[in-house]
């Protein structure tokens, strides 16, 4: 059973709102008390994950839910999906146009870091139908 | 070494003053986002050209102190905007990013 669980709706194509919704994890588990390094990661797999759907997805939902042992984040989008989620997965690679990865976008590092900062990671995605993201990250290590 | 102490040392143009009493413990540099966010060590100072409000969404959530921004790049208004609105420190230079970069190191070592 869970403590707390938190729900985001991300607009897609907003960059000016990207963010919003992993701050606001963030000053949340803040107030917690969760111990820095553990909200840090979170911080970091939970931007990624946003702004991944602001970019390649056109936007999605962000759910929280945080119990005595863990934190798991549900990062969920109806997009276009990735056809080759092995691919993807692979430091440097992107299909970010030029106009976004002008916006500092675009290294092809975002799920190799929330792969990184999380203890739990798993991803599904189909083609046409969207993807979801599942990652949990213990609260002790 | 913190903030305030650093902008008196370096002279850095300040650009939004947040917790200045806020400590720097080392130095990163570099453009992509993503990168900064997995690889940039906490409480650093960020050294990078990208003046926009992703790059300040991107300090907030990777627990960097400050972003120095290099060879008088472009700080977009909504990145200010975004910095004060969220106590986030911002410094600008004439100086590139390697030449700031090791500036603060030496003040750190
Ligand atoms: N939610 C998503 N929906 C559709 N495609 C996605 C999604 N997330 C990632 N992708 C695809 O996977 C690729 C790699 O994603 P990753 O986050 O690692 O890098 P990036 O977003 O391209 O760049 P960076 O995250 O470094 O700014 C993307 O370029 C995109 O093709
Ligand atoms: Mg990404």
């Known amino acids: 059973m869970s403590a707390l669980t938190l729900h985001y709706d991300v607009p897609g194509d907003d960059f000016t709102r990207a ?16 111990s820095p390094d553990v909200i840090r990661n979170v911080a970091i797999a939970t931007y990624e994950g946003e702004i991944n759907m602001v970019i390649h997805a056109n936007g999605g939902t962000i759910d929280a839910a945080i119990d005595a042992e863990s934190i798991t984040l549900t990062i969920k989008d109806t997009g276009g999906g990735i056809p080759d989620v ?26 190799p870091n929330m792969k990184k900062y999380t203890d739990e990671f798993n991803i599904t995605s189909e083609v046409g139908k969207g993807t979801e993201v599942i990652m949990k990250v213990y609260l002790s290590k | 070494m913190k903030i305030k102490d650093l902008v008196k040392s370096t002279g850095f143009e300040v650009v939004n003053e947040g917790d200045f009493d806020r400590e720097v413990s080392g130095v990163y540099c570099c453009d992509l986002l993503s990168w900064v966010m997995g690889r940039a060590p906490a409480d650093s100072a960020w050294l990078t050209v990208m003046g926009n409000m992703n ?3 991107v300090s907030v959530l990777a627990d960097i102190s400050v972003i120095v921004f290099a060879e008088n790049s472009a700080v977009d208004p909504t990145a200010i905007a975004k910095a004060a609105e969220q106590g986030v420190s911002l410094l600008k230079t004439n100086k590139p990013a390697f030449e700031a970069g090791l500036l603060i190191n030496e003040l750190l070592s």
């Open chain 2, 55 to 57: 790059a300040v969404a």
């Open chain 1, 19 to 34: 963010g919003e919704a992993s701050s606001d994890i963030k000053n949340k588990l803040k107030q917690m008390g969760i």
């Open chain 1, 86 to 111: 092995e691919l993807a997965m692979q430091e440097g690679y992107t299909t970010a146009q030029e106009h976004i990865r002008a916006l500092g976008f675009g290294a092809g590092m975002g799920l």
